[in-house]
């Protein structure tokens, strides 16, 4: 017998199945929010969680079936959708860091609860508030780990992965922001390309797919070898995918993309794109790309460091770098010893991460 979703790992009945498994965890902590009067925090993690890709989830549930086809397959789902409560707390920070309006085309937290006061303590209220929610939403994303019912020993296995993937993706959003404030002390070019490459693999790559494809091959049981296997393919699609977010950051359609157009330039991001682009460029272009790099702009300004960036060769580069690490990531996948059910299912996802427009 197949495993489930194996014609089409993110298919309609897969991405239903994790929202049913985070309705039902939230609907379980609705009573306490209730009685303590802070159900306004649990509305907004219902909104924090849903819509989404939900390729997190998907990643761990076929690093799992890469291993070995799961028992109790309910138990995997709700495990592997607690990653998505994880990712909510995370972007409800992040945009709370980065002064985001939206998110996936509706109000960021931080705006959302502002809305609900008004007055000239509002926004206040709603950083605050913002705040709260994502401590919430990570607590919530180890309880729903910890009770999904798999075995004692699964979870023993799955623990440390989970560990180290949380410690990398907030020690690597650190850099991250730090580098946007040109707090780092780093100065050299080449030095702020190695910096963007340590964000690019510990915020983005291991967080997104390497780390999800361990956890899920560790409740497995999966060997040193297979673990090993699968997080050398995730580094690589992880990047690739972060790579692509980059991209739709700066020439994304805000009507696909949920965000402002050009909103990572606003933000000051010194992405690898930026950074290749940068230095790709001659003092004139430079200094324009600069003078838009977190500074607010209007959409011709925007238009003008697009066309900066794509004469300095650097929107072709990343493009080509995410080709040449998904044909990369797809010959170490073929290679390993796996199940050839999941790589089939991994190719998909692979493709889904990468080849996007939003």
Do not use: N
């Not at 989830?57 to 709700?78: E, K, N």
């Not at 990712?87 to 809305?115: E, K, N, Q, Y």
């Amino acid at each position: 017998m197949p495993t489930p979703f194996a014609d089409d790992p993110l298919a309609p009945a897969f991405t239903e199945s994790v929202a049913a498994a985070i309705t039902t965890f939230l609907d379980s902590r609705t009573a306490l929010a209730e009685h303590i009067g802070a159900l306004p925090v649990l509305e907004q993690a219902r909104v924090a969680t849903s819509g989404g890709k939900r390729l997190r989830p998907a990643f761990c549930y076929w690093g799992h079936a890469a291993v070995a086809r799961p028992d109790d397959h309910g138990a995997l789902i709700r495990a592997a959708s607690s990653l998505e409560l994880l990712h909510a707390s995370l972007l409800v920070h992040d945009d709370l860091i980065d002064a985001s309006d939206t998110r996936r085309g509706m109000p960021a937290a931080h705006r959302a609860f502002a809305a609900t006061l008004g007055g000239e303590r509002a926004e206040a209220f709603g950083v605050a508030a913002a705040i709260l929610t994502g401590d919430v939403l990570f607590d919530l994303s180890v309880t729903m780990f910890e009770s999904s019912g798999l075995t004692r020993e699964a979870l023993e296995r799955g623990r440390p992965v989970l560990q180290e993937m949380r410690h990398e993706v907030l020690l690597g959003q650190y850099v991250d922001v730090a580098a946007g404030f040109d707090a780092t002390g780093v100065g050299s070019p080449e030095q702020l390309l190695e910096q963007a490459e340590r964000v690019l693999e510990y915020k983005s790559a291991r967080y997104s797919v390497a780390r999800p494809l361990q956890l899920g091959a560790s409740l497995a049981g999966g060997t040193i070898t297979q673990v090993a296997a699968l997080g050398a393919f995730g580094s690589l699609i992880g990047q690739a995918f972060q790579l692509r977010d980059d991209v739709l950051g700066v020439f994304g359609d805000p009507e696909v993309t949920g965000k402002p157009a050009g909103d990572d330039l606003r933000e000051g991001k010194r992405t690898v794109l930026v950074l290749a682009a940068l230095g790709g460029s001659d003092d004139t272009d430079r200094d324009r790309l600069l003078s838009v790099l977190g500074h607010p702009t209007d959409p011709a300004g925007i238009d003008r460091a697009r066309r900066i960036i794509m004469d300095s060769g650097a929107l072709q580069a990343v493009e080509s770098r995410i080709e040449a690490s998904h044909a990369q990531a797809l010959a170490q996948l073929r290679s390993a010893d796996l199940s050839s059910e999941a790589v089939q299912a991994l190719t998909q996802l692979a493709e889904r991460a990468i080849h996007r427009d939003r």
